[in-house]
């Protein structure tokens, strides 16, 4: 039973969230501590905390931890690749229409205006992030800086960069640790 | 062969996503596009607008769509579980046997580094695209006017987007109806 009521509330998240992470977090939120009551207020905050910490996309890592939360590990992956499955659904769809029917105006335009929208999107993604507790300290305006400076015009893989800055931050913790 | 690659591409990639989706957009370029030349740029954002516009964790959609692009259904299928797995395994480790992760201050040291980082990740592609968006003076508002919606009224994206395809189809069919009429 909870099987079906994983995969449900997951296909459905998966099937009608869309605009990145936090806006599916909202959704899942509204399912599992709303709906469902499979936890707390409390304890969802605690798991986006802890899905925004781990790596990996932050609705993932939420579906897979309501999923191990509810019924272990066959509940996390079930929780996962039913939050997937909508898009592999669709992708079928699309690719037999967009790569087919790509020089058809009703393609090409919506393309052409979606383009410069999700460069938008994407910005305020990024801008959305710029808070207290991304810019703590001096040095973090210098890894902002530099990484995009050297992401930027080097090219640099950004596993590296972002590998450096967790360095850089665990030492400023060790030689400058805050009050 | 290649779908084994793509695997391992992406799974370095989840292992290394922090703070969503969107930070994906630069590695997976890095991976890709610059490093391996499996597509050229133009591709690589048609993929992302792709991803973006439709329903559905959005790196997951970039996965599928980048590794459709390279190598069919089975690059599909293997981006996919690269981008997934790191997630699974590392969530089901933390939530067997961590408490709170917050609690480390070394973990707070750690992404306090990361934090700032991350937002630059996302920036420069961001910024890129609109770059190769070729925008005009009649066409700058569209990414100023979406970002400012979603950035300082808390629009959902969702709302810009379905306009967007909407506004894109009405655009075509203005189009047809004008070449119809000249013949």
Same mark, same amino acid.
């Not at chain 2, 990639?13 to 989706?21: K, N």
């Not at chain 2, 699974?88 to 939530?95: C, F, P, Q």
């Given at each position: 039973?909870?099987? @079906?009521?994983?995969?449900?509330v997951f296909?459905?998240?998966?099937l009608?969230?869309?605009?990145?992470?936090y806006t599916?977090?909202?959704?899942?939120?509204?399912?599992?501590v709303?709906?469902?009551?499979?936890?707390?207020?409390a304890?969802?905050?605690?798991?986006?905390?802890?899905?925004?910490?781990?790596?990996?996309?932050?609705?993932?890592?939420?579906?897979?931890?309501?999923?191990?939360?509810?019924?272990?590990i066959?509940?996390?992956?079930?929780?996962?690749?039913?939050?997937?499955?909508?898009?592999?659904? @669709?992708?079928? @769809?699309?690719?037999?229409?967009?790569?087919?029917?790509?020089?058809s105006?009703?393609?090409?335009?919506?393309?052409?205006?979606?383009?410069?929208?999700?460069? /938008?999107?994407?910005?305020?993604a990024?801008?959305?992030?710029?808070?207290?507790e991304?810019?703590?300290?001096?040095?973090?305006?210098?890894?902002?800086? /530099?990484?995009?400076?050297?992401?930027?015009f080097?090219?640099?893989?950004?596993?590296? @960069?972002?590998?450096?800055?967790?360095?850089? /931050?665990?030492?400023?913790?060790?030689?400058?640790p805050m009050? | 062969?290649?779908?084994?690659k793509?695997?391992?591409?992406f799974?370095k990639?989840?292992?290394?996503?922090?703070?969503?989706?969107?930070?994906?957009i630069?590695?997976?370029?890095?991976?890709?596009?610059?490093?391996?030349?499996?597509?050229?740029?133009?591709?690589?954002?048609?993929c992302?607008?792709?991803?973006?516009?439709?329903?559905?964790?959005f790196?997951?959609?970039?996965?599928?769509?980048?590794?459709?692009?390279?190598?069919?259904?089975?690059?599909?299928?293997?981006?996919?579980?690269?981008?997934?797995?790191?997630?699974?395994?590392?969530?089901?480790?933390?939530?067997a046997?961590?408490?709170?992760?917050?609690?480390?201050?070394?973990v707070?040291?750690?992404?306090?580094?990361?934090?700032p980082c991350?937002?630059?990740?996302i920036l420069?592609p961001?910024l890129?695209?609109?770059?190769?968006?070729?925008?005009t003076?009649?066409?700058f508002?569209?990414?100023?006017?979406?970002?400012?919606?979603?950035?300082?009224?808390g629009?959902?994206?969702?709302?810009?987007?379905i306009?967007?395809?909407?506004?894109?189809?009405?655009?075509?069919?203005?189009?047809?109806?004008?070449?119809?009429?000249?013949?």
């Amino acid at each position: 039973m909870i099987y @079906l009521q994983l995969f449900w509330v997951f296909f459905k998240i998966g099937l009608f969230g869309f605009g990145g992470g936090y806006t599916m977090v909202s959704m899942i939120r509204m399912e599992v501590v709303d709906n469902y009551t499979w936890m707390s207020a409390a304890q969802y905050a605690d798991l986006l905390a802890l899905s925004q910490m781990t790596p990996g996309p932050i609705s993932i890592n939420a579906a897979t931890y309501v999923g191990f939360t509810q019924a272990g590990i066959l509940g996390s992956i079930l929780a996962t690749m039913s939050l997937c499955l909508p898009s592999v659904l @669709l992708m079928g @769809l699309v690719t037999a229409l967009f790569f087919k029917h790509k020089e058809s105006p009703f393609v090409k335009k919506p393309m052409e205006i979606m383009t410069p929208v999700v460069a /938008g999107l994407i910005i305020a993604a990024a801008l959305m992030m710029c808070d207290k507790e991304s810019f703590t300290s001096v040095l973090s305006f210098i890894i902002f800086a /530099g990484t995009a400076a050297i992401h930027y015009f080097f090219k640099t893989n950004p596993i590296l @960069l972002i590998i450096i800055a967790g360095v850089l /931050g665990w030492l400023n913790g060790i030689f400058f640790p805050m009050q | 062969m290649l779908a084994l690659k793509l695997f391992w591409a992406f799974f370095k990639i989840g292992a290394f996503t922090f703070g969503g989706g969107y930070a994906m957009i630069s590695m997976v370029k890095n991976a890709l596009v610059d490093k391996n030349k499996w597509m050229n740029e133009d591709e690589f954002w048609e993929c992302i607008t792709l991803a973006q516009s439709l329903p559905g964790v959005f790196a997951i959609n970039m996965a599928l769509y980048t590794g459709f692009k390279i190598s069919g259904k089975s690059g599909a299928a293997s981006a996919m579980a690269g981008a997934a797995l790191p997630s699974l395994i590392i969530i089901v480790i933390i939530a067997a046997f961590i408490e709170n992760i917050n609690g480390y201050q070394t973990v707070k040291d750690i992404f306090s580094g990361i934090r700032p980082c991350v937002i630059a990740l996302i920036l420069v592609p961001g910024l890129t695209m609109l770059k190769k968006a070729k925008l005009t003076k009649q066409t700058f508002w569209i990414p100023v006017l979406s970002c400012v919606l979603v950035c300082f009224l808390g629009v959902s994206p969702v709302y810009i987007i379905i306009a967007a395809i909407l506004a894109g189809i009405f655009w075509a069919k203005t189009i047809i109806n004008k070449t119809s009429e000249k013949k």
